[in-house]
């Protein structure tokens, strides 16, 4: 895994443990989580330097639903966070 999709991993990592925190009161159940973690990524950290760009945010909502049912269709052996990352980086990296 190169650097910028470690570094993204390591960025959906920390945000899945936040917003773990922050809906706890609903064992981190959220309808809407994709649009958390949109927006949590492009302002709270340095998703935007890592890829270079700011995503549009409803953009990277729709391509964490999408990677969210492609990892849930495929079962692939990685981590969430591995399997995002590159689909994230390959997204917007192919510019």
Do not use: C, K
């Amino acid at each position: 895994m190169d650097t910028t999709t470690q570094g993204v991993s390591d960025l959906l990592h920390e945000a899945g443990e936040i917003h773990h925190s922050v809906f706890r009161i609903s064992d981190g159940a959220d309808a809407d989580w994709a649009s958390w973690y949109a927006d949590w990524l492009l302002r709270l950290s340095e998703l935007p330097e890592l890829l270079g760009e700011e995503p549009v945010r409803s953009e990277l909502v729709y391509l964490l639903v999408s990677l969210d049912r492609r990892y849930t269709a495929d079962n692939p052996a990685e981590d969430w966070e591995e399997y995002y990352a590159r689909g994230i980086v390959e997204h917007f990296g192919a510019r």
